[in-house]
């Protein structure tokens, strides 16, 4: 552990890149087992009121909500309240289009392939949100199902159609199935008027600070406050196998389609891998990626948005994951060297998850 302390200690330190920023924020990292973990935490929740960053504090969970949001849907499939290859169709009570949401797919019928398979494994077609678009509309880019691309909007379609067309709602359900099973008493979709007491502010690399959004609704794409103790809990039940059957758990590591893309962004690149990369058999699994490395299947999953930088990256056979969150875009820089101290990969996909190597890396 004495690497990561020292690494963590490079948080409170003065950047070492030619503007010489100092570095705002903080991280916590934790090592996950089955039945342990153990989490280092180090830097400032909130610079401004020189609060501490601890493993209790209320950060933004950013995409690690997908993952979590896939874990529920997996139940629904276990329960056969939900199928995984069902057309949406089937689902709603009118065709998509009609619903003002998604009038903008008027006029084409390809909504109609849509499955919760394709939605989780990010193979719709669409961008990763629509006000991307020039014109801010959603549209398909490509076939559903037949390639990769990141897209936020895909599960938030999800979403969608378990409210809408099976009735559900799924903040109350993730909060019932996540976060109450695992005891994550501080998480949930939507701000809780208790998370201001010990709640991180966000920092950009040049110490910007980008304060806590409250999100009033539940977006199963990113809405999730969590702190670094309680995600660490549901990432130990995932590991455990607890809420899943073994098939429902490995359909969400099973690899869905080849991931063949230069990296995760922009979502929309023809852009291919570079050469030699090709041998980690990188796909989508639902709400997470996978890889086989030489000691077998690794799934990992980031969060990231101005402010925030999360990762998690789990060696499916030795059941053990590496945790990270920044409240500082800081914090992808470490990553790097603290996960392959802690899990000995050295094949992980670093220039896919950030689409470029974050100043700073070797």
Same mark, same amino acid.
């Given at each position: 552990? @004495?690497?990561?302390?020292?690494?963590?200690?490079?948080?409170?330190?003065?950047?070492?890149?030619?503007?010489?920023?100092?570095?705002?924020?903080?991280?916590?990292?934790?090592?996950?087992?089955?039945?342990?973990?153990?989490?280092?935490?180090?830097?400032? @929740?909130?610079?401004?009121?020189?609060?501490?960053?601890?493993?209790?504090?209320? !950060?933004?969970?950013?995409?690690?909500?997908?993952f979590?949001?896939?874990?529920? !849907?997996?139940?629904?499939?276990?329960?056969?309240?939900?199928?995984?290859?069902?057309?949406?169709?089937?689902?709603?009570?009118?065709?998509?289009?009609?619903?003002? +949401?998604?009038?903008?797919?008027?006029?084409?019928?390809?909504?109609?392939?849509?499955?919760?398979?394709?939605?989780?494994?990010?193979?719709?077609?669409?961008?990763?949100?629509?006000?991307?678009?020039p014109?801010?509309?959603?549209?398909?880019?490509?076939?559903?199902?037949?390639?990769?691309?990141?897209?936020?909007?895909?599960?938030?379609?999800?979403?969608?159609?378990?409210?809408?067309?099976?009735?559900?709602?799924?903040? +109350?359900?993730?909060?019932?199935?996540?976060?109450?099973?695992?005891?994550?008493?501080?998480?949930? #979709?939507?701000?809780?008027?208790?998370?201001?007491?010990?709640?991180?502010?966000?920092?950009? @690399?040049?110490?910007?600070?980008?304060?806590?959004?409250?999100?009033?609704?539940?977006?199963?794409?990113?809405? #999730?406050?969590?702190?670094?103790?309680?995600?660490?809990?549901?990432?130990?039940?995932?590991?455990?196998?607890?809420?899943?059957?073994?098939?429902?758990?490995?359909?969400?590591?099973?690899?869905?389609?080849?991931?063949?893309?230069?990296?995760?962004?922009?979502?929309?690149?023809?852009?291919?891998?570079?050469?030699?990369?090709?041998?980690?058999?990188l796909?989508?699994?639902?709400? !997470?990626?996978?890889?086989?490395?030489p000691?077998?299947?690794?799934?990992?999953?980031?969060?990231?948005?101005?402010?925030?930088?999360?990762?998690?990256?789990?060696d499916?056979?030795?059941?053990?994951?590496?945790?990270?969150?920044?409240n500082?875009?800081?914090?992808?820089?470490?990553?790097?060297?603290l996960?392959?101290? #802690?899990?000995?990969?050295?094949?992980?996909?670093?220039?896919?998850?950030?689409?470029? +190597?974050?100043?700073?890396?070797?």
């Amino acid at each position: 552990m @004495r690497t990561i302390l020292f690494t963590l200690g490079l948080m409170a330190a003065a950047s070492t890149t030619a503007q010489a920023q100092t570095v705002k924020g903080g991280m916590a990292i934790a090592e996950v087992r089955e039945d342990k973990t153990r989490m280092r935490v180090a830097g400032k @929740r909130d610079e401004e009121k020189s609060l501490p960053l601890t493993a209790d504090t209320v !950060v933004y969970g950013a995409s690690l909500t997908k993952f979590a949001f896939a874990y529920t !849907v997996m139940q629904l499939v276990d329960e056969n309240v939900v199928q995984l290859d069902w057309p949406i169709d089937r689902y709603l009570k009118k065709p998509l289009p009609d619903y003002e +949401k998604y009038a903008d797919l008027k006029g084409d019928e390809r909504w109609r392939k849509l499955t919760l398979r394709i939605l989780l494994s990010h193979t719709t077609g669409f961008a990763n949100f629509r006000f991307v678009e020039p014109d801010e509309k959603l549209r398909f880019h490509w076939e559903p199902g037949s390639r990769y691309g990141y897209s936020g909007e895909g599960i938030n379609l999800a979403q969608f159609v378990l409210e809408e067309g099976v009735g559900l709602d799924v903040g +109350k359900e993730m909060q019932t199935r996540v976060f109450d099973r695992f005891g994550m008493t501080r998480t949930s #979709m939507t701000w809780r008027a208790d998370f201001a007491d010990n709640l991180a502010q966000g920092y950009t @690399r040049d110490g910007t600070m980008i304060p806590h959004r409250k999100r009033g609704s539940t977006r199963a794409a990113g809405s #999730m406050d969590t702190t670094p103790n309680d995600y660490a809990r549901f990432v130990a039940g995932f590991m455990r196998g607890e809420g899943l059957s073994p098939h429902a758990r490995a359909e969400i590591l099973k690899p869905q389609i080849a991931i063949t893309s230069r990296s995760q962004f922009p979502t929309l690149s023809d852009e291919t891998a570079p050469a030699g990369t090709s041998g980690l058999a990188l796909a989508a699994g639902l709400g !997470v990626v996978v890889y086989d490395g030489p000691k077998g299947r690794v799934f990992f999953k980031g969060g990231h948005d101005d402010g925030t930088d999360n990762m998690l990256i789990c060696d499916e056979k030795a059941k053990r994951c590496f945790l990270g969150f920044g409240n500082t875009n800081e914090a992808a820089i470490h990553y790097p060297l603290l996960s392959e101290k #802690m899990l000995k990969l050295k094949t992980f996909p670093w220039w896919w998850e950030y689409s470029a +190597k974050p100043q700073g890396f070797n």
